[in-house]
């Protein structure tokens, strides 16, 4: 076979593998499970189950719990102001400011990220709960408030929230849905997660690894806001808070690896080696026939 078949050839076959795509749903329902994709906003992130239980006095650093009787979704984000806008928790042990300082990093293939966790509550009998929308944002205010709904949340579109002034918006894991002009081809990604993998409410039940270099040092406070449930996912928010924290020094090694590089860099690459074959292969001729 020649080279040019040979190129060709592998280029079908890397077409062929599975990759970070759009609308990819991560399955976190196995003890130790990990994932990837590409976000909306932020590059690639990373995310894994995790069933230790890191409490001890001082040690975890609760940030933000929504919760909503009889609702099948919820949404909220993190700050000291109120009024609060969504289903967040009023107190201000469990819903306040965050400071960038105050999120561990953790390095991972050599790549430097910031870690949040997540525990979910569930009923025991209907124990999955989907993830559906994730966006950070960094201010200069431990009050953060005045977001608008760009989207609600409904059957194959996420909530997507934004702010008019006062925050930057550094990482968004779903995008608009297909009915918004431009944006027919954002990232819906969702999370799915199985209660009955932990040991109960306060144990945690995921990691979230964003890149640290999206952040700005010069920026005081982190605000994360989160949407769970059906819609758009499919499995509905059924019982108690949804509660991200921050772990003191960072979280156990969990064994997550380094995440693939997307299917779309990697054809990117190998188109560079194609067009590279085949330019060698013109020189070669060219000498051949001198």
């Not at 890397?14 to 130790?32: E, K, M, Q």
């Not at 909220?76 to 109120?82: C, E, H, K, L, V």
């Not at 819906?188 to 993998?197: A, F, P």
């Not at 772990?247 to 990117?268: D, T």
Request: proline share 4%; net charge negative; aromatic share 8%.
């Amino acid at each position: 076979m020649g080279l040019r078949h040979w190129l060709l050839a592998g280029a079908v076959a890397l077409l062929a593998l599975p990759g970070v795509g759009r609308g990819d749903v991560i399955n976190l329902l196995t003890n130790g499970s990990s994932g990837s994709a590409a976000a909306d906003l932020g590059g690639t992130f990373l995310v894994r189950q995790i069933d230790e239980q890191p409490t001890g006095s001082g040690k975890i650093h609760s940030f933000l719990r929504v919760s909503a009787a009889n609702q099948d979704s919820v949404k909220g984000y993190n700050t000291d102001a109120r009024p609060l806008q969504y289903d967040e928790n009023t107190s201000p042990t469990f819903t306040r400011n965050l400071k960038l300082v105050d999120i561990p990093t953790v390095l991972i293939g050599g790549v430097l990220y910031r870690e949040f966790a997540l525990d979910i509550n569930q009923l025991a009998s209907d124990s999955l709960l989907s993830l559906n929308q994730i966006q950070i944002f960094q201010t200069n205010s431990a009050t953060l408030s005045g977001s608008s709904l760009l989207q609600a949340e409904a059957a194959g579109k996420s909530a997507v929230i934004d702010f008019s002034s006062g925050a930057s918006q550094v990482f968004r894991m779903s995008g608009l849905g297909a009915s918004n002009a431009g944006d027919a081809g954002s990232n819906r990604d969702e999370i799915v997660m199985d209660y009955n993998l932990n040991h109960g409410s306060g144990s945690g039940d995921m990691a979230l690894y964003v890149r640290d270099a999206l952040f700005n040092t010069g920026m005081t406070y982190v605000s994360l806001f989160s949407q769970f449930g059906d819609p758009p996912g499919n499995n509905n928010n059924n019982d108690g808070y949804e509660e991200w924290f921050v772990f003191e020094g960072g979280l156990p090694p969990g064994g997550i690896q380094a995440a693939p590089a997307p299917a779309g860099l990697v054809l990117a690459c190998f188109g560079g080696m194609l067009t590279a074959g085949y330019g060698w292969r013109r020189s070669r001729k060219t000498v051949i026939a001198a």
